[in-house]
């Protein structure tokens, strides 16, 4: 009883930088938008680009989950996007003249692709029951492919005649595509909110527990397979629900979620900290800025400037982070422990 | 009779994944790390031999000999600059810095070399009728001269003095290290072999389809890893069997017209599948996680 009593909302919800960081987005943005300063037309920021940071968020947080805190590497994570856009696109096709309320198509057609992609996340993290490391990176690799490659060949009814090149359904969204980046950042905060409570609760120390020593963990008492299972299935839940987003604001193709895109992801995993929902939320603003201001910029040939600047801050960021020369250097420079050397020496004189 | 003429290029097409699929085991098993910006050396190779064939001195013997050093070089530098510093780091910083150095190789050759496709065309061979059977000249040289480089190595590795380092790192590097083996210098050897490998097995790609642009390496790149995979990864002739069945499975895949755009779906089933029984591939050798 006592420990309910404590339950601290207000620190739960406005201690923490990450809600702030997005409640102050989402405050503004909407205001800005329903005032018309930010419109289609605006330079830098417009509704288009808060979507795709808002999308961006999800699949980033959600990946950090099985990255920074499981510590196994997923190469799939856009194949669970692809899944959740596609149900999602296909239930938004075949509702929108059964159900008049946009907005509650909407929530039905985003946990019906969350609901699938986690389906598949589940699927998915059944080998990693019996693989690690390396082999399960290259078996979400292989899923995020296979799923590419069923996909891209069935077409379905009226919906989808030609699914090489993929399918539309914007024009079924109107009734709420304006406040679409709105609801998106809505759930960037659902997510944070699950994310970081798995984290904080005694199944995140289990799951950091996992990542640390598979085996000590298990003779501590940890359930290896319950908690693999789950945090692979709930990161593909909100793999999907980013999907779903994805399939209201653009076309959803196969040539999109190629293993490329999962990789993407990884690096703003990589750049925001592995293990940091805050780290995540700034790496996936960055980059998706950059990457927006980077496409009108570099056109042609000159796009390969921008795999280039990924390339070396994956490189850099790992040989800084991980080389164990780097970490004992780092170690030296560290500004508290420059501080306790000048203290003791303080003390000794 | 069409079933031989598809088994013949299934087993080229095979030696050509086992070629790639050595350079990824022989790196995993001495240097315990996932190497994948391997198939972009094939990518580099493709266009040292557009270079020398197509622009300058247009002989393509010496262009091949000119790639494959050029293939080593790079190799040999992505292991000293890249991956040395991260020795005795996490694999998964290992694995994303291989990622990354995949994706730097991918966007240079993109900036120098563009998007479009090049031409690159070494010889002009003739298909052999026999018997009503038509065999591509390219498919048999392809496969005699894989079979004898991978007995080549298989010689080296097991009798030079050299490959028994390569062995006795991969089993076990700090017993090897205590027997006087330099370990570091192993493992650049390895590379180096690797990369003219895979330099060897882009001659091969571009016998297949005369063209190459910056992602040329990416896919087949992939596939052979799952060759890899498929065969135990860290066994040199696992690694052969798996390009192999890997070939002839993805040939008789494209045969048929109803699976073939299924093809590369079917192949990464295979790699689920095979892992889901036997995790540890084929020919590989289980190892029990000590505490």
Redesign the interface.
């Known amino acids: 009883m006592k420990s309910k009593k404590n339950f601290d909302w207000k620190t739960l919800l406005l201690g923490n930088k990450s809600y702030l960081l997005v409640a102050f987005i989402t405050i503004v943005t909407g205001v800005l938008v329903g005032v018309g300063v930010i419109t289609k037309r605006t330079p830098i920021i417009t509704p288009d680009l808060l979507t795709q940071i808002a999308y961006t968020m999800i699949m980033v947080v959600s990946l950090n989950l099985v ?1 920074g805190f499981l ?1 196994e ?1 997923s190469l799939g994570h856009a194949g669970f996007m692809y899944i959740g856009a596609y149900v999602a696109g296909l239930t938004l096709y075949y509702t929108h003249s059964l159900i008049p309320f946009g907005l509650l198509r909407f929530l039905i057609a985003m946990l019906l692709g969350g609901l699938a992609a986690m389906l598949f996340g589940f699927i998915v993290g ?2 990693a029951l ?2 690690r ?3 399960l ?3 979400t ?3 995020g ?2 799923v590419r ?2 996909l ?2 069935i077409t379905v009814g009226d919906m989808i005649k030609n699914p090489a090149v993929g399918f539309n359904i914007k024009d079924l969204t109107t009734s709420y595509s304006k406040y679409l980046f709105l609801i998106a950042f809505i759930l960037v905060i659902v997510t944070i909110f699950c994310v970081q409570n798995i984290a904080k609760s005694k199944h995140g120390r289990a799951i950091t527990a996992i990542k640390d020593n ?3 963990a298990r003779s501590m008492g940890v359930n290896i397979t319950y908690y693999k299972l789950i945090v692979f299935a709930i990161a593909a839940f909100f793999a999907g629900v980013a999907g779903a987003i994805f399939a209201n604001y653009t076309t959803v193709a196969p040539a999109i979620f190629d ?1 490329n895109y999962s ?1 993407e992801f ?1 690096v703003m995993v ?1 750049l925001g900290g592995m293990g940091s929902v805050f780290g995540s939320l700034i790496s996936s603003i960055i980059i998706v800025f950059l990457n927006v201001q980077l496409r009108s910029l570099l056109t ?9 600047v ?6 850099i960021m ?2 800084i ?6 970490v004992t250097l780092r170690e030296k420079m560290n500004w508290s422990y420059v501080k306790s050397k000048l203290q003791s020496k303080k003390e000794k004189s | 009779m069409s079933i031989i003429s598809t088994l013949i290029n299934g087993l080229s097409m095979g030696a050509v994944y086992a070629l790639i699929a050595l350079g990824y085991t022989m790196v995993y098993g001495i240097a315990k790390m996932l190497n994948f910006a391997h198939g972009d050396v094939i990518m580099v190779g493709s266009y040292v031999l557009f270079v020398f064939t197509m622009k300058s001195i247009k002989n393509p013997f010496l262009a091949i000999l000119l790639a494959i050093l050029f293939c080593v070089i790079l190799g040999v530098l992505v292991e000293c600059i890249a991956y040395r510093p991260l020795r005795g780091a996490p694999s998964l910083a290992v694995l994303i810095t291989a990622i990354g150095v995949s994706f730097l190789l991918q966007s240079v050759a993109q900036l120098i070399f563009t998007v479009t496709p090049k031409q690159v065309t070494m010889f002009q061979f003739n298909s052999i009728e026999f018997n009503g059977l038509t065999i591509k000249t390219e498919s048999i040289i392809t496969l005699v001269v894989g079979m004898i480089v991978m007995i080549a190595l298989t010689v080296f590795v097991n009798k030079s003095k050299t490959g028994r380092a390569m062995l006795a790192v991969s089993e076990d590097r700090g017993a090897a290290q205590l027997m006087g083996i330099n370990v570091n210098r192993t493992i650049v050897i390895t590379f180096a072999i690797g990369s003219a490998l895979a330099a060897v097995a882009s001659v091969f790609m571009l016998f297949i389809a005369p063209v190459t642009d910056p992602t040329l390496g990416a896919m087949p790149g992939i596939k052979a890893f799952v060759a890899a995979v498929l065969g135990g990864i860290g066994s040199i002739p696992g690694a052969m069997i798996g390009g192999v069945i890997l070939g002839i499975v993805e040939q008789f895949a494209l045969k048929y017209e109803f699976l073939a755009s299924y093809s590369d779906a079917i192949v990464f089933a295979i790699l689920i599948l095979v892992l889901l029984v036997k995790p540890s591939g084929i020919l590989g050798k289980k190892r029990h996680e000590k505490v």
């Not at chain 1, 990924?310 to 490189?315: E, G, Q, R, V």
């Not at chain 1, 982070?321 to 780097?326: E, G, I, L």
């Open positions: 990255v510590g590497l059944l080998p019996r693989l490391g390396d082999y990176a290259i078996v690799l292989a899923f492919e296979i490659g069923v891209k060949n598979e085996i000590a293993y990789i990884l990589v042609g040939n000159l796009a390969g400037l921008k795999n280039l990924y390339a070396l801050i994956l490189i790992m040989i982070n991980a080389s164990p020369k780097f």
